[in-house]
């Protein structure tokens, strides 16, 4: 099992940037799929980015261009880079550990708390 903790979210003007961090504790992530989601109360966990081993990503297309998922299994660091960020962009923030294609919640089988992104207008 591993357990994952967020960190980098904040409250950013529309067009910054912002680094989200995810350190990786009880057994090394190298193996796993690693995915970003995204949340705002009342919905659904939606699908912003994955990695699967050093160069395999996908991203949600909205986020295309802007977003950029990496990972350091040397640390055992996922981090998600995010630029021109948009109001719409505002969520609860989640890193995870699975497997396979990582694009939907279920392919992940640990989650860390999340953490708040909010983008100003």
């Known amino acids: 099992q591993v357990q994952l903790v967020e960190s980098g979210g904040g409250l950013v003007q529309a067009g910054g940037s912002l680094r989200l961090s995810c350190a990786a504790s009880?057994?090394?992530?190298?193996?796993?799929?690693m995915g970003w989601f995204r949340q705002a109360p009342g919905k659904e966990r939606d699908f912003v980015a994955a990695?699967?081993?050093?160069?395999?990503?996908n991203y949600r297309d909205s986020v295309k261009g802007r977003f950029t998922i990496s990972r350091d299994n040397t640390k055992n660091m996922l981090y998600l880079q995010m630029d021109d960020l948009k109001p719409e962009d505002t969520d609860l923030y989640y890193c995870?550990?699975?497997w396979g294609l990582g694009i939907t919640p279920s392919a992940y089988v640990n989650w860390g708390q999340g953490t708040q992104v909010t983008v100003s207008s």
């Open positions: 995870a550990a699975g």
């Open positions: 009880g057994r090394s992530i190298s193996t796993y799929t």
């Open positions: 990695m699967r081993g050093s160069s395999s990503t």
